[in-house]
């Protein structure tokens, strides 16, 4: 009993790291305060719009594994999405150089998220072993 209620907790919290950024999506004023990038000047329509995206993908990610705590048919493919989704900002952000502070933390974020979510995932095999 104790373990499906980590598994929930855990994935609670992955879930909410995941859809917090969402907020980006319909305030994009947040956009310098989540990133550290300014949406002013030439070509700032198309960052805005790439990151408001990704905010709705995130949102999208962060909604499946919300609703995978609470619905354990869920919980593969929930973990599976958020797993290539943070895993693939992880590789992007380590493989460029000179990222600013404000990215490096949502790495550090993410890494953390990332963690969380591979207890969950342990807890899962182990419970259907």
Same mark, same amino acid.
């Given at each position: ?8 907790? %855990?994935? +609670?919290?992955?879930? #909410? ?13 947040? &956009? ?14 198309? !960052?805005?719009? %790439? ?8 949102? !999208? ?8 705590? +609470? &619905?354990?048919? !869920? ?5 599976? #999405?958020? #797993?290539?989704?943070?895993? @693939? ?6 493989? @460029?150089? #000179? ?9 550090? &974020?993410?890494?953390?998220? %990332?963690? !969380? ?13």
């Amino acid at each position: 009993m104790w373990i499906d209620r980590l598994i929930t907790g %855990l994935l +609670f919290i992955v879930g #909410a790291v995941n859809v917090l950024p969402g907020v980006v999506a319909v305030a994009p004023s947040r &956009i310098s305060t989540a990133y550290g990038v300014s949406i002013d000047g030439a070509h700032s329509a198309d !960052l805005t719009v %790439l990151l408001r995206h990704r905010a709705v993908l995130l949102g !999208l990610v962060g909604i499946g594994l919300l609703c995978a705590a +609470f &619905i354990p048919s !869920l919980r593969v493919a929930a973990m599976v #999405a958020g #797993a290539v989704s943070m895993g @693939t900002f992880l590789l992007f952000a380590y493989a @460029t150089p #000179a990222l600013n502070s404000a990215t490096m933390r949502v790495a550090r &974020i993410d890494i953390a998220a %990332l963690a !969380l979510l591979a207890v969950a995932a342990t807890l899962v095999w182990r419970k259907s072993a």
